[in-house]
């Protein structure tokens, strides 16, 4: 569905990963997987919208028993799936990433994207 509107400055490659979101506290913390991945941002599968434009704390669990990627994000696109049970296509943009988890996740998605 997506591949005709994809305009994104920086490729995305198909990754089901683990991905925490924390909003505010630790009592909105929300724990799903991702869809794609890249270095501007992450298309995560979540139960529950979230608020456009709204702040993500973001960890993401590229490799079993490694410590996660860690970045600031932003909500920048929610759309809801149609069939059963709620489900929403969120896109988040990476705002803040410390240069060693950038790394870590170029290396990733280069390793996961076709040649």
Excluded: H
Excluded at 26 to 40: F, P, Q, R, W, Y
Excluded at 93 to 112: C, G, H, S, T, V
């Amino acid at each position: 569905m997506w591949e005709g509107m994809d305009q994104r400055r920086f490729p995305r490659a198909k990754c089901r990963c683990v991905v925490r979101l924390s909003q505010g506290g630790a009592s909105s913390n929300i724990s799903s997987v991702t869809e794609n991945i890249g270095l501007g941002g992450v298309c995560a599968l979540l139960e529950r919208g979230l608020d456009i434009f709204s702040p993500v704390g973001v960890e993401l669990y590229l490799e079993e028993g490694k410590v996660p990627i860690r970045a600031q994000g932003t909500v920048v696109w929610v759309v809801r799936r149609r069939g059963r049970g709620p489900s929403f296509d969120t896109g988040i943009e990476f705002a803040q990433m410390q240069p060693e988890d950038k790394a870590r996740l170029e290396a990733a998605i280069e390793k996961l994207s076709p040649k």
